[in-house]
């Protein structure tokens, strides 16, 4: 069925349902079906996370499939007539390779390919322009570990595990990896107080709604000296907003480092393919002396293809849960909320306005606050990040977490992609969320299935 005739289909029904008597009310739907509000789309298949809002105007849709090409395609070295000047360091040549159907990257200690969704991002003690991440001289901010030819890459990423055993109360174990990063193969030294984060590709879809929640409402969220005792914090992170030069709420990245989904875009672009655009007009050839004989003349990306990675990552719908009205996974939500997980996985939202209409007014389901918060020290990279220290993470949303899998069969959970099963990354959380998870453990076998039955419905 049509996404869109089966959504159309869905409302008649519901609006039909509101007049009926009280002997239908079975056929109203569960709180939180329509997850991304008129933006939902109705697909459980891998493809999940790669429709456009099934409310966007017929103008709107034609431009989401320019953006969904500009999102796959491989950009070349310069010089090139069309989508030249990738590097002369970078990640990945396209925006599908780390995001693999708009999902979560793979990770190339499982996959042992260096094409995947993994980095490694770097920075030295200190602060860097406008109060973000102090670059590393000779490596910039990120480790980039391609390169054109004639050009060395700065170096490979290396890992190494140690396992730990978390034990429940009803006697039983999980194992848990603990992973640590390093560099190998640096082309030139690097300072002794290096500070690396390992990140891991998240997906993109429904970032729209996101980003169309008012910043009022998520500020009402943040109680950074925890006032009412409840040991949850949340705070915003304030970020530079390259266009309005200015301060800006944080909303995207791991670590709520970016403002809007525009500049999000063009960060990608910048430090995982080498694109230059108005946001970021400067290379990165941090020390490499030759890496100058590669460079494309001007721009490498101008502002309509920025516009155009934007309104993609803006107009991806989001899916429906699933079973929500199966017992199990009526009880997990239940666990769900007796465990406080919704103190930060906050479920619902209403955006405002916005400029893509779609996106205006919608009533969401993402589970998440946008706000950073302390996760312990098992889960600390150490790097600040703008107001974000070493400790603090941004509350990733959970809607379509279920499906995660189905898009890519090798998909891994948390910010570094070190939990394989949901259950692994419920183990890792500490902090402000370590009440939550000793309630976690403290569930029968039965009763952490449900919970994470409701996460797989989601």
């Given at each position: 069925?049509?996404?869109r005739l089966?959504?159309?289909i869905?409302?008649?029904?519901?609006?039909?349902?509101?007049?009926?008597?009280?002997?239908?009310?079975?056929a109203?739907?569960?709180?939180?079906?329509?997850?991304?509000?008129?933006?939902t789309?109705?697909?459980?298949?891998?493809?999940?996370?790669?429709?456009?809002?099934?409310?966007?105007?017929?103008?709107?849709?034609?431009?989401?499939?320019?953006?969904?090409?500009?999102?796959?395609?491989?950009?070349?070295?310069?010089?090139?007539?069309q989508?030249?000047?990738?590097?002369?360091?970078?990640?990945?040549?396209?925006?599908?390779?780390?995001?693999?159907?708009?999902?979560?990257?793979?990770?190339?200690?499982?996959?042992?390919d260096?094409?995947?969704?993994?980095?490694?991002?770097?920075?030295?003690?200190?602060?860097?322009?406008?109060g973000?991440?102090?670059?590393?001289?000779?490596?910039?901010?990120?480790?980039?570990?391609?390169?054109?030819?004639?050009?060395?890459?700065?170096?490979?990423?290396?890992?190494?595990?140690?396992?730990?055993?978390?034990?429940?109360?009803?006697?039983?174990?999980?194992?848990?990896n603990?992973?640590?990063?390093?560099?190998t193969?640096?082309?030139?030294?690097?300072?002794?107080?290096?500070?690396?984060?390992?990140?891991?590709?998240?997906?993109?879809?429904?970032?729209?709604?996101?980003?169309?929640i008012?910043?009022?409402?998520?500020?009402?969220?943040?109680?950074?000296?925890?006032?009412?005792?409840?040991g949850?914090?949340?705070?915003?992170?304030?970020?530079?907003?390259?266009?309005?030069?200015?301060?800006?709420?944080?909303?995207?990245?791991?670590?709520?480092g970016?403002?809007?989904?525009?500049?999000?875009?063009?960060?990608?672009?910048?430090?995982?393919?080498?694109?230059?655009?108005?946001?970021?007009?400067?290379?990165?050839?941090?020390?490499?002396?030759?890496?100058?004989?590669?460079?494309?003349m001007?721009?490498?990306?101008?502002?309509?293809?920025?516009?155009?990675?934007?309104?993609?990552?803006?107009?991806?719908?989001?899916?429906?849960?699933r079973?929500?009205?199966?017992?199990?996974?009526?009880?997990?939500?239940?666990?769900?909320?007796?465990?406080?997980?919704s103190?930060?996985?906050?479920?619902?939202?209403?955006?405002?306005?916005?400029?893509?209409?779609?996106?205006?007014?919608?009533?969401?389901?993402p589970?998440?606050?946008l706000?950073?918060?302390?996760?312990?020290?098992?889960?600390?990279?150490?790097?600040?990040?703008?107001?974000?220290?070493?400790?603090?993470?941004?509350?990733p949303?959970?809607?379509?977490?279920?499906?995660?899998?189905?898009?890519?069969?090798?998909?891994?959970?948390?910010?570094?992609?070190?939990?394989?099963?949901?259950?692994?990354?419920?183990?890792?959380?500490?902090?402000?969320?370590?009440?939550?998870r000793?309630?976690?453990?403290?569930?029968?076998?039965?009763?952490?299935?449900?919970?994470?039955?409701?996460?797989?419905?989601?």
């Amino acid at each position: 069925m049509d996404n869109r005739l089966g959504t159309l289909i869905l409302l008649a029904v519901l609006a039909g349902a509101g007049c009926q008597k009280d002997d239908t009310a079975s056929a109203r739907p569960v709180e939180g079906l329509l997850a991304g509000g008129e933006g939902t789309i109705f697909s459980s298949g891998p493809d999940a996370y790669t429709f456009p809002l099934p409310n966007l105007d017929e103008a709107g849709v034609n431009e989401h499939f320019l953006g969904d090409g500009a999102f796959g395609q491989q950009f070349v070295t310069a010089p090139a007539q069309q989508f030249g000047g990738v590097g002369p360091l970078f990640n990945q040549n396209s925006c599908e390779s780390c995001h693999v159907r708009n999902g979560r990257g793979t990770i190339p200690r499982y996959e042992g390919d260096p094409n995947s969704g993994f980095l490694l991002r770097l920075s030295i003690p200190g602060q860097g322009p406008h109060g973000g991440p102090k670059p590393v001289p000779g490596f910039g901010g990120q480790l980039q570990t391609k390169a054109i030819f004639g050009t060395a890459p700065e170096g490979k990423i290396s890992a190494s595990e140690a396992s730990m055993i978390v034990s429940f109360l009803d006697g039983s174990e999980a194992a848990l990896n603990r992973v640590t990063y390093s560099i190998t193969d640096a082309y030139t030294a690097l300072p002794p107080d290096v500070l690396i984060s390992g990140r891991n590709a998240p997906g993109v879809y429904g970032l729209g709604l996101l980003e169309a929640i008012p910043k009022a409402s998520i500020l009402a969220l943040a109680d950074e000296a925890d006032t009412d005792g409840d040991g949850i914090s949340g705070k915003p992170n304030w970020v530079w907003d390259v266009l309005k030069q200015a301060p800006e709420l944080g909303r995207f990245g791991w670590k709520a480092g970016q403002p809007t989904a525009a500049q999000q875009s063009a960060d990608a672009a910048h430090n995982d393919m080498g694109l230059t655009s108005f946001y970021f007009p400067d290379e990165h050839c941090e020390g490499q002396s030759n890496c100058a004989e590669g460079l494309q003349m001007g721009l490498d990306v101008d502002e309509a293809t920025i516009g155009l990675f934007a309104f993609y990552f803006q107009t991806l719908a989001v899916p429906a849960p699933r079973k929500l009205d199966d017992s199990r996974v009526a009880e997990g939500r239940g666990l769900f909320e007796e465990a406080k997980c919704s103190a930060c996985h906050v479920p619902r939202h209403t955006t405002g306005a916005h400029d893509i209409a779609a996106l205006a007014y919608q009533t969401i389901y993402p589970y998440t606050d946008l706000l950073l918060h302390d996760m312990g020290e098992g889960l600390a990279d150490g790097r600040p990040e703008f107001q974000a220290d070493g400790r603090e993470w941004r509350t990733p949303p959970l809607w379509g977490i279920g499906l995660a899998q189905a898009a890519n069969p090798k998909a891994t959970f948390l910010h570094d992609g070190r939990a394989k099963t949901l259950e692994e990354a419920i183990l890792w959380h500490d902090g402000e969320a370590e009440a939550s998870r000793t309630y976690f453990t403290r569930l029968s076998k039965v009763e952490r299935e449900k919970l994470i039955a409701f996460l797989q419905a989601l």
